[in-house]
């Protein structure tokens, strides 16, 4: 069986190293490869969309300094910088709790922030945003 070693150095605060070996073998899930290839500057964005481990439902700020979007149902690589017009609209009518919201809400919200959700069912999916 082929495997790899690989030494992960951490530096502490007085400047001592730590060193942790970490053993990859052909049956280990450790090492993931992805492909990414340049921005698709007229795609248009996909929600939701899967992305590693996650789904997402609006742009995503995932090891880049702006958020983005996958133009796949499952990310394949293919992806562009969003815009105004690319970030995910609220859903209406959206179901929360046991009522039926036709606009943004601040209920349930501690700090009176008005929200929606970005899908029909709320209760089941929890997925939403702040309003603007």
């Known amino acids: 069986m082929d495997s790899l070693m690989l030494l992960f150095v951490e530096t502490t605060r007085n400047s001592s190293a730590c060193i942790f070996p970490v053993i990859l073998n052909e049956l280990s899930s ?8 340049p921005e698709v500057k007229d ?8 992305y590693k481990n996650g789904t997402y439902y609006d742009c995503i700020k995932s090891k880049a300094r702006h958020k983005w979007c996958s133009l796949n149902k499952t990310y ?14 609220c859903v209406f009518p959206f179901w929360y709790r046991r009522l039926i919201y036709w606009e943004c809400t601040d209920d349930g919200e501690a700090f009176g922030k008005k929200w929606c959700s970005l899908t029909k069912n709320f209760n089941k999916d929890q997925i939403w945003k702040y309003c603007e």
Not at 30 to 37: A, G, K, M, N, P
Not at 43 to 50: D, L, M, R, S
Request: include cysteine; glycine fraction near 6%.
């Open 30 to 37: 450790t090492v993931e490869t992805i492909t990414h290839f």
């Open 76 to 89: 394949a690589g293919y992806w562009k910088f969003c815009s105004a017009e690319d970030f995910a609209n």
């Open 43 to 50: 795609g248009e964005c996909v929600f939701p969309f899967h």
